[in-house]
């Protein structure tokens, strides 16, 4: 295979406009959640899936986790987006249903939490539709948003979401404001960037095949704050990471609630889900297109 290597941007798409926020709000803080149960062991390795242990894991986010999580969000009046892998909704479709029944968005993030790689449209077909698949017969919900599995994206999945009318990604991380990106055919999805400090899979994952010091309340909490502090100056969207196999841990659930709980003592920041920070860039992408 050829790769291009000359020099150009790998994103096309011009920086990010700065559309105000909606209700005078200086900022926005968009919590994610990356349900991937055990899929993202077998996505690993398929081997895993006779390896019980490793795959507990991933099954403490139906026993423990998410319902943890979603009694910590009431408690703080969040709405949140969960992106589900299919093949964590079809093997716990329960917890799906309560995510749905406490209000809040369900995303798309593949089928079997495969990495998307170019050279590997198939695959990627397979993953996509087979997601959409899951989502429509176990929810009835077809999906808005899109976070890749193992945060990667390439030119033919974006156009590919765009064919299957996919509203939004959140998964690259050059920007720090939503924006709109460019494809060979015309307009992709709008992107809603992450920031990488609040995936909180390299703070608090440790494993037996990949163990690693774990970070500390204190440490998270204080990377968390001052990411937001400066997002908040900046006016930018502070894209949050967490999953409920981690976050959904005892000492890992009391930092997201003091995370909260910081966040609320101001009153110009606005918490969103992916679908309504989209939505929000579609109105003023239309107002500015009216005007012109």
């Known amino acids: 295979m050829m790769f ?122 397979e993953e996509v539709d087979r997601g959409f698949d899951a989502m429509m017969r176990v929810l009835g919900v077809k999906p808005k948003g899109y976070r890749a599995p193992s945060g990667e994206s390439s030119t033919g999945l974006l156009q590919l979401l765009t064919d299957r009318g996919i509203q939004y990604s959140s998964s690259w991380r050059d920007d720090i404001r939503p924006y709109r990106h ?22 608090g994952m440790t494993h037996r095949s990949g163990s690693r010091a774990l970070f500390g309340r204190e440490e998270v909490l204080s990377i968390w704050r001052d990411e937001f502090d400066q997002m908040r100056e900046w006016g930018g969207v502070t894209t949050m990471i967490m999953h409920p196999q981690v976050t959904g841990r005892p000492m890992r659930y009391r930092i997201l609630d003091e995370f909260l709980t910081y966040v609320r003592r101001y009153d110009d920041v606005w918490l969103a889900t992916g679908q309504e920070i989209a939505a929000h860039y579609e109105r003023c992408e239309r107002d500015c297109q009216a005007a012109e």
């Open 4 to 125: 291009d290597r000359e020099p150009h941007p790998a994103n096309p798409a011009p920086p990010a406009p700065s559309f105000p926020w909606p209700g005078g709000a200086r900022c926005v803080l968009f919590p994610g959640f990356d349900v991937d149960a055990e899929s993202v062991w077998i996505g690993m390795d398929q081997r895993n899936v006779d390896r019980l242990v490793t795959m507990s894991y991933g099954g403490y986010e139906a026993r423990v986790g998410v319902p943890k999580i979603l009694k910590l969000l009431a408690r703080h009046e969040v709405k949140a987006t969960f992106f589900i892998t299919g093949w964590t909704i079809m093997a716990h479709p329960a917890m799906c249903e309560a995510i749905l029944a406490h209000g809040h968005e369900v995303a798309h993030h593949g089928y079997l939490h495969l990495r998307p790689e170019p050279g590997q449209e198939d695959v990627m077909v």
């Open 182 to 203: 460019v494809l060979p055919n015309g307009p992709g999805p709008i992107e809603i960037p992450v920031n990488y400090s609040f995936d909180d899979w390299n703070f």
